[in-house]
């Protein structure tokens, strides 16, 4: 069964941006006013880094994004039975 799970979901006046898992795979999900953006990747890593280069995202967005990335990673490796 293939099923999705949402590592992280971040919200500002800007936009969203979503970290999303499924079938080992990483779906990076952002959006914005007049903007929407999806993509797949082979690990966290890599859609962070590729979040980097989308041309709509604020960067008030883009920080915030990265440190709830980072918040939940060591949410994560602190209890690994929270997956």
Do not use: I, K
Not at 5 to 34: I, K, N, W, Y
Not at 70 to 79: A, G, I, K, R
Request: charged content about 20%; glycine content about 8%; proline content about 5%.
């Amino acid at each position: 069964m293939n099923v999705t799970r949402h590592f992280s979901d971040t919200r500002t006046d800007q936009g969203r941006v979503r970290f999303l898992l499924a079938s080992g795979r990483v779906c990076l999900m952002a959006e914005g006013p007049g903007w929407t953006h999806r993509s797949a990747h082979d690990s966290l890593p890599e859609a962070a880094t590729f979040l980097a280069v989308l041309p709509h995202l604020g960067g008030q967005l883009y920080v915030q994004a990265l440190d709830e990335l980072e918040h939940q990673l060591e949410f994560e490796s602190s209890y690994p039975g929270a997956a």
